[in-house]
């Protein structure tokens, strides 16, 4: 269910005007790859680089070809996109809090019900 939420999150924000571009994107990549890779980085952290390392060797790619890979790009830009969103509604005053935009997006999901289909070849 979290996946269909956040693809409709983010399918509302595109709606809605709001876009990451591909320089954003790269900024944010980079931003990251440097915080993973920096000597200095909190203790409290490297269970984060720990993670993101397992995440990439399973991906069976180098660092370099995780971090160009259509798929990281696609996951930064969502990541970009829902805050975007998130941002533009409570300067609305649309919303208030997080758990305000959790139901926000429950709500494209219950919304978007009648409309969806869940393509099981897909999936197996």
């Known amino acids: ?24 994107i790269t900024d944010v990549i980079a931003v990251e790859k440097a915080a993973l ?5 909190d203790p409290e952290n490297y269970l984060v680089k720990e993670l993101m390392s397992n995440r990439i060797r399973i991906t069976g790619l180098t660092e370099d070809e995780f971090w160009n890979s259509e798929e990281t790009r696609y996951g930064y ?5 829902i805050g975007k969103l998130y941002d533009q ?21 219950n919304a978007s019900q009648d409309k969806l289909e869940i393509n099981y070849a897909a999936i197996k």
Request: zero cysteines.
């Open 37 to 41: 890779n920096d000597p200095n980085l």
């Open 89 to 109: 509604l409570v300067k609305e005053g649309t919303l208030n809090n997080i758990a305000e935009f959790n139901e926000y997006q429950t709500g494209l999901l």
């Open 1 to 24: 269910m979290n996946f269909i939420k956040s693809e409709l999150t983010v399918q509302n924000a595109k709606n809605l005007g709001l876009e990451a571009t591909a320089q954003e």
């Open 77 to 81: 830009e969502k990541a970009i996109l």
